[in-house]
DNA sequence: GCCATTAACATTGGATCCAATGAGAGGGGA
DNA sequence: TCCCCTCTCATTGGATCCAATGTTAATGGC
């Protein structure tokens, strides 16, 4: 199987549209655990998945190692990155600002429809996660949860602050969080009421407080990330 | 001279580190305009300029893409990107809360000795700006300048915020705004003062005003730019 | 039996190759 | 004279090649 020509359909796309696509699928599978951390990436495997030669992957791979998600070692093949706990705190920080400036330039914008379509977002989210199977679960919450905060961010109508948001996000494997939400009642509850409150604000066109609940909201899911990270490292190596 | 094999002098470096010594180098010479905006980049020409061959250089080109420095084209080949007037306010708007950030964040960490660097960098670059060469003045604000917002986003301590703010940034050629200033009194004045007030703000310790402060001075820097920008493509083509 | 040295192997990374695409010049027809 | 077609040349971009480096396993010495 692993031998095949091509396991992944790729389109035949040329140069960067190329480039982008691996890197974009690598990221993936990276993001949703398929790939998991402190994996090594090699060229020749990746190549003959996607059917293509080595030459696009390596160059799919420093995008990554640029954005951060990889490291490569030098003649030595690249492994995804294991995020430190003070890193995923600063990012988060920072995140946390700009998110924060997206819903306060969301307010004056929004309209009734999308309020209603987060809305709709933040339940879905809510009963994926109440849900049985927990690895649906898991990719559910975590595209529920994209939609809403990514959906903010567009509202916001600055395209460089939803690129800079995404390539923070970008940074970080995202299956740890939503798999946090998942599994844990309370952070489901408190994640499901602090979207609320968000949404709130937006709907009452509270500019100040739509910020200042979304910075909680992210700096928090920053803090739980980091935890897990914390306990991950001192347990290390046990399944 | 052209064709001379190895016009600068590349340190033998391999890998991610010669690709971004090359990305480096060659986004210095857009920044400070040796390339202009528009230029077209020849994958050859490059490779023969820095003594490697065209496989690194693309590399470097995709990762210059990436940050929207320059823009390729399937099979046409790589240009400077134009920047767009409203993409510019967007992004400093972007930069300016980053910024700001960071300037609260820098209060309760800045030491005396830091604020006396941040004090002799703004007259120095006063300095720069009013003396009579305008291209190595150019050079020299730009430097005292960056010097300047980089470290207080260095003192901020938190290394994302850091890159976030250098990741925007470097999606600009920068020898505009050094120009801008250098050329015209009444900004040169102006940025000054505005570098004393976040200054005093720092030396207060009043994090708000700092923050409130850096954010005024880099919007009113963005919108320079833009107008800059936008009165250049209602002149288009005229030397 | 354990450690060091070395030799084979796997993998990366720059250089080169060639097909594909696009631009521009030159020629022929209206 | 102007337009369009075609041929040629320049340039990109994926594939392949080979040298360099790192890793691992086997062998030999202690």
Redesign the interface.
Known sequence: MTSEPAETAVTRK????L?DDLAEQIRDRIMTGAIPIGAQLRQAELASNFGVSR?PV??AL??L??SGLIE?L??KGAVVSVPAPW?VR??Y??RA??EA?AAARAVPRITRDQIEQLRVANQEMYDHSAGRHPVPAQHDHRRSNDIFHTLIASISG????SK?IS??NETFPRNVSAQLVVNDSRHRDENFHEHERILQALADGDAQQAADQMREHVIKAGEQLARWYELRSSTVFRG
């Open positions: 040329t140069g960067a549209a480039v030459t390596r160059e420093r995008q190692q640029t490569v030098p003649n890193d600063e990012a920080e920072v600002e700009l400036l600055n395209a460089r602050l800079a390539d923070i």
